[in-house]
């Protein structure tokens, strides 16, 4: 027996490193793909003015100026009271008159760091390591300007709600901020109390979102809330040392996240019932391939988790990749066009490049690298919370 359980140690240990050998040549094939994508970026985020949600006040917040606010973008004026109120949903139809200022300070910040970071990893300059301090102190740690660890007020509804479970969804962003950190603290430029006190933020925040009311609504909401939630604690939780919340994020995808939402043909049913079946259909595969890139140890490939009916979350990529390739498919196969922002999809999806590391097909790299990495449809961004797929691929 003990023979045994070594021959198989053994063999664990030669797969991982063969899988390790490979994604680190994909990141190899990434960063020249996105060499001159990133240093441009890089240069650019150099010239950014810090951004903070202290730099705009959110008159229709119940909390502080500390506070981050956003409104639910679905919300609209209710047309049979004059003064509007209670706000009315109509679901996938954005409001473009909803407050969005710390959305996209926070947005332009994380954009800003992960694009220093990838800079550094690829040039060993270390002006971007100092740039990012800034803006990471800025932002989270500063007395006068920083963000408090909640978001106890994101996408209020106005008249009816100071802020809702599903404003969570707001902080997705910083998933890829938790990634770019660790590249930064590489270097002796990183300061390190800004280190110290990004590891407490995220740990606070991480303690707001598994206490409050919002966190855990939102944590066990049944469609793609609940996976965008994990994708964060996960992330903060390698991030923060955290092995618990680590644990519970992937017991949370195999036990619920995973096959209560995924259907047999890799498609998420309650996502395509809403006006944007489309969009929110990318997003899933988007997430659940992040997910599985985050909870992946090297004892457990979460790619290869199978369940009893044959389900894999291979099959969620392999459900959208036709309609990636073409999205006319998508209408010839008798599905709706989104009733908003259906031009600018889609864009360069991290699925696919996760994919294509994990399982080598070059379909995925070959789609991957003819979409448009940059989209400018604003809401096409918030749903991209993943700008720098080599520091994914190199954690």
Known sequence: MTARFVLIFLFVVFISSIRAQTVSNIAAIVAQIDHDRILRLANEALELKPPAVTDEIATNSAGGPHDFFSQADYAWPNPTNKNGLPFVGRDGESNPNVFTYHRLAMRNMKDAVAALAAAYVITGDDKYVRKANELLRVFFLDDKTKMNPNLQYAQAVL????????????????????????????????????????????????????????????????????????????????????????????????????????????????????????????????????????LSTTNEDFWNIKLADGRTPKDSVDFIYPYLADKNKWLADGRPKDVMHWDD???????????????????????????????????????????????????
């Open 345 to 395: 999809w889609p864009a360069r999806e991290p699925c696919l490049i996760f994919a294509y590391a994990e399982f080598g097909d070059e379909k995925y790299l070959a789609l991957w690298k003819k979409l448009n990495s940059d989209p400018s449809d604003l809401e096409i961004r918030r749903n991209m919370a993943i700008t720098q797929p080599l520091l994914w691929l190199k954690q």
């Open 159 to 294: 008249g009816s709600a100071t802020g809702e479970p599903y404003g969570i969804i707001d902080t997705l962003h910083l998933a890829e901020l938790a990634v770019a950190i660790p590249f930064l603290e590489k270097s002796p430029a990183f300061d390190k109390s800004v280190d110290a006190g990004l590891k407490k933020w995220f740990g606070d925040y991480t303690d707001w979102i598994l206490s409050s009311t919002n966190g855990i609504k939102e944590m066990n909401n049944p469609n793609n809330h609940s996976i965008a939630c994990f994708v964060q604690l996960a992330s903060f939780a390698k991030f923060t040392g955290n092995q618990k919340v680590f644990e519970l994020s992937q017991q949370k995808f195999k036990e619920t996240l995973f096959p209560n939402q995924m259907t047999n043909n890799g498609s998420f049913p309650r996502e395509l019932k809403r006006t944007k079946p489309y969009g929110y259909s990318i997003f899933q595969a988007d997430n659940l391939a992040t997910l599985c890139v985050l």
